[in-house]
């Protein structure tokens, strides 16, 4: 119980930060997507079932949080899939090791890529944007930007626990 109130005071606070601070860390218009990196973490560290539960609730959280899609909903799916799919790298035995080694930089390439082609994809239908043009310039600098900022926590989880 006490770890899902940290869980939750701590999704609240990241995704504060991401509708605010974040934006400062921006290069051009590409941001690193704080929330992808907490989820992927949070499915490797409770498994598949929890990582898709907290990838819906803090998808819809943002959703009701920022607004500005307009799209109700649709961060809430794209971040469930991420924490399904982070889920894979689920291993009770080896949580440690994947949480400070390429595994979770892995994961979180993976999911951050699939989170956007699901969002480009639904977010551009019925517009005059293609699809590969906006994943090619901002799907996947957005990607790399996110993977690059989830070295932190990598190295400071392997720093703390491996040594």
Not at 34 to 58: D, P
Not at 87 to 108: D, M, S
Not at 136 to 156: D, I, R, S
């Amino acid at each position: 119980m006490r770890r899902t109130a940290e869980y939750i005071l701590l999704s609240l606070f990241l995704i504060l930060l991401q509708t605010s601070v974040v934006n400062f860390l921006s290069i051009a218009t590409i941001v690193p997507d704080l929330l992808i990196v907490w989820i992927v973490y949070i499915a490797i560290r409770q498994g598949q079932f929890v990582g898709t539960i907290a990838g819906f609730v803090i998808g819809l959280l943002l959703d009701l949080i920022s607004g500005k899609d307009g799209m109700l909903g649709l961060a809430a799916m794209a971040k469930t899939v991420c924490g399904f799919t982070a889920g894979y790298f689920y291993n009770e035995n080896k949580t440690v090791q994947t949480l400070g080694g390429y595994r979770f930089i892995l994961a979180i390439a993976i999911a951050s890529l699939l989170h956007n082609v699901i969002y480009f994809l639904i977010f551009l239908q019925g517009s005059e944007i293609q699809w590969w043009g906006a994943l090619l310039w901002h799907g996947v600098p957005t990607t790399v930007y996110t993977t690059v900022f989830g070295l932190l926590p990598m190295f400071a989880f392997a720093r703390k626990y491996l040594s």
